[in-house]
């Protein structure tokens, strides 16, 4: 395909036809798609009117896409503030941030866990170690307030153990 073919009927079919092969693969935000089709070589008005009639068709949905971002970062052990990051990188409008968010399952368990394993046995009461073991759960988007309670409740939890 030829890079930024003028837009006519034929480019908008082939960047639909594309943009459906690429849906079948796993699911995108209007962003990312009309991003990759216009990586792939489609002119930027053949993209956007096939994003936006696979848009009217429900192919595309920003407001079913951005919970699934949700989950699955969370998923992984992320953080609100890097699950945020996240649906930012991929175009997903703000507006639709807060009540993806809402979707956002309890992090108290994921979260403890991370945190004794960052520690690897050490005590949380080892300065250093714990330092190093926050640092790292705040780049992964937990807030200072987070961190802080699951390392009472690790505290607490050590201190019954003894």
Do not use: C
Request: charged share 40%; glycine share 6%.
């Amino acid at each position: 395909m030829k890079k930024n073919v003028e837009f006519d009927p034929e480019s908008v079919a082939a960047a639909k036809q594309k943009a459906l092969s690429l849906l079948d693969k796993r699911d995108y935000s209007r962003a990312e798609l009309l991003r990759k089709l216009t990586e792939k070589g489609y002119a930027d008005a053949a993209a956007q009117a096939a994003v936006d009639r696979l848009t009217e068709l429900g192919f595309v949905d920003d407001g079913r896409y951005a919970p699934i971002v949700v989950r699955h970062y969370a998923a992984k052990g992320y953080g609100r503030a890097r699950v945020r990051m996240e649906l930012q990188r991929r175009g997903i409008p703000k507006a639709l941030w807060d009540t993806a968010l809402e979707e956002m399952p309890e992090q108290d368990e994921t979260l403890d866990r991370l945190l004794r394993a960052r520690l690897r046995g050490a005590m949380p009461d080892d300065r250093d170690a714990l330092k190093r073991a926050t640092d790292a759960l705040q780049r992964r988007g937990y807030g200072w307030e987070e961190i802080s309670v699951a390392v009472s409740r690790l505290r607490t939890e050590s201190e019954e153990e003894s």
